[in-house]
C-alpha cells in the first residue's frame, strides 16, 4: 500500500443465524395443503348429482388456506429457532481509499 491510500478499519459486533425463507414454507405449505385435500376428497364417495370436481373445488377453499397457515407457522417456529441459535462475532470492515488521479478534482 502506498504513503497516498488512507485506510479505515472499523469493527462491529454482529449476530449469526439462519432465516428461513418464508415464501417457500407459504407455497409448499399451500400445495401440501391442496394435496392433502385432493387426497381426502377422493377417499370419501362423492354426491352423483356434485360429482368430485365440485366437491374437490370447494374443499380446497379450506385445504389451501391452512396449508398455508401450518406452513407460515413452521417457518415462524424455525425462526425463533434461529434466533436462540445465533452467534455473535466481531466482523472487520476495511475502507481503503485510493489516491486522487491526475486531473481529477478534489473535494
Known sequence: MSDEQA????????RIRRVPKYPTFIILGGALGAIVTLVLTMSQPADPNVGYGALFGYFLLFGVPAGVLLGALL?????????????????????????????????
Open 7 to 14: 485506510e479505515t478499519v472499523s469493527q462491529d459486533e454482529v
Open 75 to 107: 417457518a415462524l417456529l424455525l425462526d425463533v429457532i434461529g434466533r436462540r441459535r445465533a452467534r455473535t462475532v466481531t466482523a472487520e470492515h476495511t475502507v481503503i481509499d485510493a489516491p486522487p488521479v491526475e486531473g481529477e478534482l478534489l473535494d
